[in-house]
């Protein structure tokens, strides 16, 4: 018996789960908690009301970056790299917005991946380069 016939040849992972209402979408636009990378911007949002819950992704491909075709492919190429990565990082009870930009299409796909692990890791976090130079050794005010 063939690995696809026994259906063994390929290790299944679970989808994540999916924003799907424009409000939400907007939400994790409004946070203001972002990060940037050569493709995509992700955004981050706190559920209301302190819901929790598995983390939830939406993904957003402008008309500027390609042609519908093009739209498809990237968006596609996205969910496959968090479906794979297992959305590493990602803390229950928020919303991420995967925002595709030109780069998204073209990128090796380890490195869409690795740049998801990322993003998805850090978001949220204060990240050092942002401090003031003067303030670089200094310990953070708790």
Do not use: C, W
């Not at 990060?35 to 983390?55: D, I, S, T």
């Not at 190429?77 to 780069?103: H, I, Q, T, W």
């Not at 942002?130 to 200094?138: A, E, F, G, L, V």
């Amino acid at each position: 018996m063939t690995e696809e016939a026994s259906g063994a040849s390929k290790p299944k992972f679970a989808a994540p789960k999916r924003l799907l209402r424009r409000e939400e979408f907007l939400r994790a636009a409004a946070s203001g908690l972002s990060r940037h990378y050569n493709a995509f911007k992700l955004q981050m949002a706190v559920r209301a009301g302190g819901e929790e819950g598995a983390p939830r992704f939406g993904f957003t491909v402008t008309k500027k970056i390609a042609g519908a075709v093009g739209r498809n492919r990237i968006r596609r190429r996205l969910k496959e790299a968090l479906r794979v990565s297992k959305a590493l990082g990602a803390r229950p009870g928020r919303d991420y917005v995967f925002v595709a930009r030109g780069g998204a299409l073209v990128a090796p796909f380890a490195d869409l991946i690795s740049q998801m692990e990322d993003g998805l890791a850090g978001v949220g976090r204060p990240r050092e380069a942002n401090r003031p130079k003067n303030q670089k050794n200094r310990p953070v005010a708790p």
